[in-house]
């Protein structure tokens, strides 16, 4: 049986210096870790990003390393991995790898409103209880991220929407997730979301992202659990997001290679 007392010791530990660090420092930021719900923005043409986060809970411990770039304008390509438990309550010892594309659709209203396009796929290790990973989308999977800014600078709500294919023979299940963000002083943002897979259960959990270098360095804290009844499956995250300022020049824009392969020859 899995010390539940463990992990939360070793998570307020992590929140505190979190907060610590944090607070000496300024500057809000939206979207991206902690928030399993995606936000409608793209990796800015020639930049990269590197998303890492420790879980731990009583399904067992993960370690995740998420890369992304934007080598064409309006295409952020990630390609992350991640090492999860091979049991429920056991230690992580089988990696997963995560393979994505995300593109702009729309720009609504002075872009108050954001519209993307996801797709990708997990490919898990043999023998790994699928069940573990209620936060990691499944093994091919769609949805339409949406951004909405509910007060400038201050306040945004995204929406997801969309299909995952599981390769476990359960076939299709609807995506969702909605995730409230709000400044709340200084370089403080607060963070509450709901998620999941229907008809599967439901997931929450909320936190805190702390911008130590404005448009570079953030970091973050989360507690989750199933709803509406999670007693038995609580977790907890500390992550670090880290951003690059433009490393090399875009191979070109997404929209106008589209219509040179679509008019070719």
Not at 40 to 58: F, N, R, S, Y
Not at 175 to 185: F, K, N, P, Q, T
Request: hydrophobic share 45%.
């Amino acid at each position: 049986m899995r010390d539940g007392l463990h992990w939360r010791r070793r998570l307020r530990d992590a929140f505190a210096l979190a907060i610590v660090t944090g607070l000496a420092t300024a500057g809000p930021a939206t979207g991206a870790r902690p928030l399993v719900t995606d936000d409608a923005h793209v990796v800015d043409p020639g930049e990269c990003q590197l998303e890492t986060w420790t879980k731990l809970g009583d399904a067992g411990d993960e370690y995740w390393a998420v890369p992304a770039c934007s080598p064409i304008t309006n295409l952020e390509l990630t390609a992350g991995v991640g090492v999860l438990p091979a049991e429920r309550g056991g230690k992580p010892e089988h990696p997963s790898v995560q393979v994505q594309m995300k593109t702009g659709l729309a720009s609504v209203a002075e872009r108050r409103m954001l519209l993307a396009l996801v797709v990708g796929t997990v490919l898990r290790a043999h023998g790994e209880v699928a069940e573990l990973n209620a936060d990691r989308l499944g093994e091919f999977y769609g949805y339409v991220p949406a951004t909405l800014t509910i007060v400038p600078d201050r306040a945004w709500l995204n929406l997801n929407l969309g299909i995952r294919f599981r390769g476990d023979g359960d076939g299709a299940f609807a995506l969702w997730g909605a995730a409230m963000e709000a400044v709340a002083v200084g370089p403080l943002t607060a963070i509450a979301e709901a998620y999941g897979d229907a008809p599967d259960p439901a997931f929450m959990q909320a936190g805190i992202r702390l911008t130590v270098v404005p448009e570079r360095v953030q970091i973050d804290a989360t507690y989750g659990r199933r709803i509406p009844d999670g007693a038995d499956e609580e977790w907890a995250t500390v992550g670090l997001r880290l951003l690059s300022p433009q490393l090399f020049e875009p191979l070109g824009d997404l929209g106008t290679l589209i219509r040179r392969v679509i008019s070719w020859p």
